[in-house]
């Protein structure tokens, strides 16, 4: 079984609809990532969570909300998809001693219409 | 503002054969390096890193190279095979307001023919 999971793996809405995307993790790691992936642009931080009390933003927050219902949920929501929110969207999880190897998961790519 | 900066889009290289894949970056605060491969229609997975102490590592076929002066790194698969082709991610990791975060490069996809 993978160790980090999302769902869906693929979705397709209409502008102004509200979507929440999931992870979840069996690694037991406290820290959670949301990253989304761009053509020419690589992996960019949205939110990151080190414990189910803290939620942080990265450098693309606006537009995006997050939920950390346990340590091993973390959710992420567009409240009012738009078109440039197309994107795929990555989960990802670290330890508190290698912060730096991060686990994905497989991904979701959203379609905004 | 791309800290981390990837130039070539994709490479292709001949199996058995050297690949090396190249990254720079401009943030001197940044303390560890990292490289992840991306299959399709799966997430990156942590390849090999290293420390801004360091010049080398190697694991394997995988080596590492930094050149700090240069703010540049890069790396050497030797012998390439065929599922070596994939995305390659730079990745450098700095503290920032108590939090460790990594910047990715663009990405590099690398095709190795038979």
């Known amino acids: 079984d993978a160790d980090v999971t999302q769902t869906p793996r693929n979705r397709i809405t209409k502008t102004g609809k509200r979507i929440m995307l999931e992870c979840s993790q069996t690694?037991?790691?406290?820290?959670m990532y949301w990253y989304r992936q761009d053509p020419g642009l690589g992996l960019r931080l949205i939110y990151y969570?080190?414990?189910?009390?803290?939620?942080n933003k990265g450098e693309i927050s606006d537009g995006y909300s997050v939920s950390r219902q346990a340590q091993a949920k973390f959710s992420l929501s567009l409240e009012s998809a738009i078109p440039n929110q197309t994107a795929l969207y990555f989960c990802?999880?670290?330890?508190?001693?290698?912060?730096?190897?991060?686990?994905f998961g497989p991904g979701t790519r959203l379609t905004v219409l | 503002d791309q800290q981390v900066k990837q130039n070539s889009p994709s490479l292709s290289v001949q199996e058995g054969r050297i690949s090396i894949l190249n990254c720079d970056y401009t943030n001197s605060m940044f303390d560890y390096f990292l490289w992840y491969k991306k299959y399709p229609a799966e997430g990156p997975t942590f390849l090999i890193s290293?420390?801004?102490?360091?010049d080398k590592n190697e694991d394997g076929r995988f080596t590492v190279f930094l050149n700090k002066s240069a703010k540049h790194l890069s790396l050497h698969i030797v012998p390439s095979q065929p599922g070596d082709s994939a995305v390659y991610f730079c990745a450098a990791k700095r503290i920032i307001q108590g939090a460790q975060k990594l910047v990715f490069g663009q990405g590099t996809r690398l095709t190795i023919n038979p």
């Open positions: 990802a999880t670290s330890d508190l001693l290698r912060g730096h190897e991060q686990f």
């Open positions: 690694k037991g790691h406290d820290r």
């Open positions: 290293i420390s801004s102490i360091k």
């Open positions: 969570s080190f414990d189910v009390k803290d939620i």
